[in-house]
């Protein structure tokens, strides 16, 4: 199986900043990583898809990028309505997903 | 718009079976598999496989082979997943997921089973 190690696994920040958060394959995965944000008792929401796709309506303040088998979800001026759990999946075999990122208010 | 609508909160004794269902609405219902994927307490997301509403084929994930059994209802647009065989460790909160070929764009809000005598 495919493991998704992702950093950190919390972090603290304030509105404005800018976050990132990373997630590296334990092989090859192309670009077949995608990055989600979960608020509790919500549905999951798609943010990037494919590495550095955004997902239609989702706001330009996030992106993702790629380098080989590493992946980076960027968040530029973090907004209130950010604060959540963000975490990554691969769909190269299957799919597996990293254990997750909470983003807490400073 | 595309929803995903599971159905409710279950309690279970070990060793029992368990059956969620998720019921699609706004889209074509056989263009697009539905997976599961459960998040225990703490733990990581899981996947536990897909099925094509459209032809019923079924990929299961390798941990749950023998114990998952997904079926789908194209009458009714509802996809079912049953757990056989309950432990304490499958206490969960278990989601349906629409799947494009890469992602998955649209989620259910989930499902709490708990296992407890």
């Known amino acids: 199986d495919i493991q998704m190690t992702q950093s950190p696994s919390s972090l603290s920040a304030s509105v404005g900043d800018t976050v990132t958060i990373t997630c590296r394959a334990s092989?090859?995965?192309?670009?077949?990583l995608n990055w989600y944000q979960h608020k509790p008792g919500q549905a999951p929401n798609l943010l990037i898809y494919s590495a550095t796709n955004l997902q239609t309506g989702v706001p330009s303040r996030f992106s993702g990028s790629r380098s080989g088998a590493e992946f980076t979800l960027t968040i530029n001026n973090l907004q209130p309505e950010d604060f959540a759990t963000y975490f990554c999946q691969q769909s190269y075999s299957a799919r597996t997903f990293g254990q997750g990122t909470k983003v807490e208010v400073k | 718009q595309v929803q995903l609508l599971q159905s409710g909160a279950e309690v279970k004794e070990p060793g029992a079976s368990v059956k969620v269902s998720c019921k699609a609405f706004g889209y074509t219902f056989s263009y697009y598999f539905i997976h599961w994927v459960r998040q225990a307490p703490g733990q990581a997301l899981e996947w536990m496989g897909k099925?094509?509403?459209?032809?019923?084929?079924?990929t299961y994930a390798q941990k749950f082979q023998g114990r998952v059994t997904m079926t789908r209802d194209t009458s009714t647009r509802t996809v079912y997943m049953e757990l056989s065989g309950l432990r304490s460790d499958d206490t969960a909160v278990y989601y349906c997921?629409?799947?494009?070929?890469?992602?998955?764009?649209?989620w259910g809000l989930g499902t709490l089973v708990t296992v407890s005598s």
């Open positions: 092989q090859s995965i192309g670009p077949y």
């Open positions: 997921a629409r799947g494009e070929l890469h992602h998955n764009d649209y």
């Open positions: 099925i094509d509403p459209d032809g019923g084929s079924i």
